[in-house]
């Protein structure tokens, strides 16, 4: 089906149920403003993953429009609404070509060479045919992912492509003539492999990672099939190296090499190129090439720390970039480099987040958030500065009120730099102390949820609460020039430096909020997922800033190797975490809620996914024997990022409930909320042994 904004908003509701994905036209009515609840932030429309970074939108071959993914979470049917949408660049109405689909998830190859399932969503960059006339982008339906193709003018869409393995990357010739695909069939043949394997039983070896299943991880790398589909004839054979080329992975930052030689020695080029630095952070610099293939460097130290890409524009005698700098780098120049020339020129200079960008004409359309604005589409002219907005997906937040939002630079007790954004109560009042939560660990354009947006930071705010979200600082294993994970690591665990430096962090700018009398000392929260778990943890062992927690997994315990299978274990060890052999109770003293499960004395809230939630029993067990206030909720077919709409959503209601009763005691007045607070309320009463149910005293 397909539909424009033309069309009146209660004829396309009715047309589809998926139909607000759409934006509604004309004027939306601010008059009555009121503050943002959990379901607005749910309910947002997104251009690409909120996470992404990539390229996200295309432009069309006249320059006159952009293609992109507009995707819109529903929780009632559990489920997401995408659309392909045509947006023009001269304030038209855009026009949706395709719509429907379920949501690709991404698959992560992750520390032991395993390939996993995530809850990150896949980024869909549709690409343009060489005449305008139709986009081709993935779409997965009935269980298979192909490439499907839609004209431009809306008149309907269908798949160009009907392979047996999904497609997982393409693209299409330079003379319109072929699209070129890649499969990997031979997922398939792993499956059928595992399958007959456990018919005499798996032998538990490299490939398992138990917390994530009972049978073995499929390997990292598996052998592609690449083919090329004649768009005249419909023919298929295998693709030739010109054509596999074009389907490498877009490198967004070209490696040092002394060898290095750019494909087209006659073009004019310009890009971003890893100059030292470690391993995970490397310095950068910007080079061009003339059409004589002459490369020019970019000598001039304003040039480090560019972020790639890198374009042309000026008929390709200027170079666009953007580069992170200020105050723990936490801002973004958009800069202006005419090779031959020393000193770049700064256009531009911002705190919010520009996802993607590419450059048309004499500007730069880009992907923008601010704290308190939704990812849009703008336009920046590289020559007035001037900022306008080509499309915005969420009319309707012009219609919520928000608290103002404070950028706090931070200097912790390492002498590291970082960077957190203070949201004020939606209804403040100076002199008035509020509780407050801490959501981790980066804080970047639009402030939703921390990572893994579990966190609803704009509807804490709303509900009273001051919400510092934290910019976590670099790690120290980086700073002192590791070469490798392993290194890194090692430097990070040496006396538990890494720790005190991030809790360090978040404790520095919550001092300073105490005295300015902001911030109640006795009513602080604390949340994290990943990494920002791991600092949870060792909050609650060595602050008493923290009067409850929620976790979204956990924990570092004696046991994590045998969870996380024998790779996982050995990296563990040459990092310097100590075996099931070894007592270490000092070690474990400094991590271990098992180990400090007597002393701890907050209360902690955990929300994990299925895949993970057996890494927290040790703890959670622990903890109930000890009679300390906690609570354990499974989300079933979950990963480390949530993805169901519907997980979501009770997350964020339940954080908002949690804090409530522990930090301001109130309690709902019935239904199910009030009956799982009863539970909470009989963990503060002491009433919950470890041998009753979940709702063991709940009538």
Request: aromatic share 8%; hydrophobic share 40%; glycine share 8%.
């Amino acid at each position: 089906m397909s539909l424009t904004l033309a069309q009146s908003s209660d004829t396309a509701r009715a047309a589809a149920p998926c139909a607000d994905v759409v934006p509604p036209t004309g004027a939306v009515s601010v008059s009555a403003k009121r503050e943002v609840r959990p379901e607005d932030l749910l309910g947002l429309r997104d251009i690409g993953p909120y996470e992404a970074i990539g390229p996200l939108f295309t432009i069309s071959p006249d320059g006159s429009s952009v293609v992109l993914q507009l995707r819109k979470a529903d929780a009632g049917s559990n489920s997401y609404c995408q659309a392909i949408m045509i947006v023009p660049l001269s304030g038209a109405r855009p026009i949706v070509v395709d719509q429907g689909g379920d949501l690709i998830r991404a698959e992560i190859v992750g520390v032991a060479d395993l390939t996993v399932g995530s809850g990150i969503s896949e980024i869909i960059t549709p690409l343009w045919s060489a005449d305008g006339q139709w986009v081709a982008f993935l779409k997965k339906e009935d269980g298979r992912v192909q490439v499907w193709k839609a004209r431009s003018d809306g008149t309907g869409s269908e798949p160009l492509t009907k392979s047996q393995s999904d497609v997982v990357r393409f693209a299409l010739t330079p003379d319109g003539g072929s699209l070129v695909f890649v499969t990997q069939p031979e997922i398939a043949r792993q499956r059928i492999a595992v399958q007959r394997e456990g018919l005499g039983g798996f032998h538990y070896d490299d490939r398992f990672i138990p917390i994530a299943d009972s049978k073995p991880q499929l390997p990292g790398t598996l052998t592609e099939s690449v083919e090329a589909l004649d768009l005249a004839t419909g023919s298929i054979r295998p693709a030739t190296d010109p054509e596999r080329a074009l389907l490498s992975l877009p490198s967004l930052m070209r490696p040092k090499s002394a060898g290095y030689i750019p494909i087209d020695r006659r073009s004019r080029q310009a890009w971003v190129e890893a100059a030292g630095g470690d391993f995970a952070t490397p310095d950068t610099t910007v080079r061009y090439q003339s059409s004589t293939g002459a490369v020019i460097p970019c000598a001039n130290a304003l040039c480090s720390q560019a972020r790639a890409p890198a374009w042309l524009t000026g008929n390709g005698s200027r170079v666009i970039f953007l580069r992170r700098e200020g105050w723990a780098n936490g801002t973004t120049g958009i800069y202006e480099w005419v090779p031959g020339q020393s000193a770049p020129k700064r256009i531009l200079q911002t705190t919010d987040y520009l996802a993607d960008c590419r450059p048309i004409a004499d500007a730069l359309l880009c992907l923008r958030e601010a704290a308190t604005e939704p990812r849009r589409l703008v336009r920046i002219d590289l020559q007035t500065r001037k900022v306008t907005t080509i499309f915005d997906p969420n009319p309707e937040w012009a219609k919520l009120s928000f608290g103002r939002v404070r950028r706090m630079n931070v200097r912790n007790d390492f002498g590291l730099e970082s960077t957190a954004d203070l949201v004020y109560p939606a209804q403040y009042r100076a002199g008035q102390r509020y509780p407050a939560i801490v959501v981790q660990y980066v804080s970047r354009g639009h402030l939703r949820g921390g990572v893994g947006d579990e966190y609803p930071i704009l509807a804490l705010a709303a509900k009273g609460y001051a919400v510092l979200s934290v910019n976590r600082p670099p790690h120290l294993g980086l700073l002192a020039g590791a070469g490798n994970l392993i290194a890194a690591e090692r430097t990070n665990l040496q006396n538990w430096a890494n720790r005190k430096s991030i809790l360090s962090s978040i404790e520095t700018p919550l001092r300073e909020l105490i005295a300015e009398g902001l911030i109640d000392p006795k009513k602080i929260g604390i949340t994290g997922l990943s990494d920002g778990a791991t600092t949870v943890q060792y909050a609650m062992l060595h602050s008493s800033m923290f009067a409850a927690a929620i976790m979204s997994g956990c924990c570092w315990e004696r046991n994590q190797g045998a969870l996380l299978g024998p790779q996982i274990d050995r990296t563990f060890s040459q990092v310097g975490y100590p075996n099931l052999l070894a007592s270490a109770p000092e070690f474990w003293r400094q991590i271990s809620i098992v180990e400090n499960a007597q002393a701890i004395g907050i209360p902690l809230l955990l929300q994990a996914a299925d895949s993970e939630y057996l890494s927290a029993l040790e703890a959670y067990t622990a903890l109930r024997q000890a009679h300390k206030p906690v609570d354990l909720f499974v989300f079933p077919n979950e990963f480390h990022n949530k993805w169901q709409p519907a997980h979501r959503l009770a997350i964020y209601r339940r954080t908002l409930r949690w804090f409530d009763f522990w930090l301001k005691g109130e309690v709902p007045s019935g239904g199910e909320d009030a009956k799982e607070v009863q539970f909470w309320r009989d963990l503060r009463a002491g009433q919950l042994g470890a041998e009753q149910g979940p709702l063991g005293s709940v009538n």
